[in-house]
């Protein structure tokens, strides 16, 4: 049974760095595309992006900018960095497994707040 | 961008009803590539369906999927108390690589 156990700071001030990463346990690395997916409080579903176990990464255009997933497979282990944050970056970011279509296992999620 | 569109978003039924919930793409959608999710207060999303109508692992089946190009639906077949929660769609494409519908909240009448 695969396990994603996420963290990272919980507060940031405006224009700091979001910096996350997700511990991979029970399964393998290899063969799954592992994506960052976030929610606004309140509010519906926004995938961020992913990447594979080659490290080929996907952005959603929208953050593409500001975005960076990377991994250390020898930890089983990938994060998201996401530079330059606002309050409208507020919201419970999770880290997800997936094959190409769908994410059958998910963290546990993280609120982040951004506020001066 | 395509878009999914659900509706309505919220549901409000009784335990032991049939739910039925939309998702309406703005383009087409490949059928092995559109997701249902459910969520509870305070938890991840839940995988129930993939493939449009494939139930993920330990689904119960009073949950069913169907559709075809840009109509999809997800079927409740008789709502437990546990079922009341948020679903959402999900689709997989091109930029971006996936989209998720606004949700459908079904609420206990």
């Known amino acids: 049974q695969v396990q994603l156990h996420q963290w990272g700071a919980g507060l940031l001030k ?15 690395f290899s063969g799954y595309y592992w994506n960052w997916v976030r929610q606004p409080p309140g509010k519906g579903l926004e ?16 953050l593409k900018s ?22 409208a970056d507020t ?24 506020s001066s | 961008e395509s878009v999914l569109t659900q509706s309505p978003g919220t549901l409000s039924l009784s335990p032991g009803e049939r739910a039925t919930l939309s998702c309406r793409a703005s383009e087409s959608v490949n ?39 840009t109509e999809f639906t997800l079927t409740i077949s008789r709502l437990e108390p546990e079922d009341f929660a948020v679903y959402y769609c999900q689709r997989y494409g091109s930029s971006p690589r996936y989209t ?7 609420e206990i009448k």
Request: charged share 10%; with cysteine; net charge positive.
């Open chain 1, 66 to 87: 500001r975005v960076t997933i990377s991994m250390d497979t020898s930890k089983n282990q990938f994060s998201l960095n996401l530079s330059s944050v606002t309050a």
């Open chain 1, 14 to 28: 405006p224009s700091e760095t979001l910096s996350l990463t997700c511990a991979v346990s029970g399964g393998s």
């Open chain 2, 31 to 69: 059928s092995a590539y559109l997701a249902w999710y459910q969520q509870k207060p305070g938890q991840a999303p839940r995988l129930l369906i993939y493939g449009t109508s494939t139930r993920a692992t330990g689904i119960p089946d009073r949950f069913s999927g169907s559709g075809f190009g």
């Open chain 1, 47 to 62: 995938w961020i992006g992913d990447i594979n176990h080659t490290g080929y990464t996907n952005y959603n255009p929208s």
């Open chain 1, 91 to 114: 919201a419970v970011y999770y880290c997800a497994r997936g094959q190409i279509g769908d994410f059958d296992s998910w963290g546990q999620g993280l609120l982040v707040t951004v």
């Open chain 2, 100 to 106: 998720f519908g606004q949700g459908t909240k079904l």
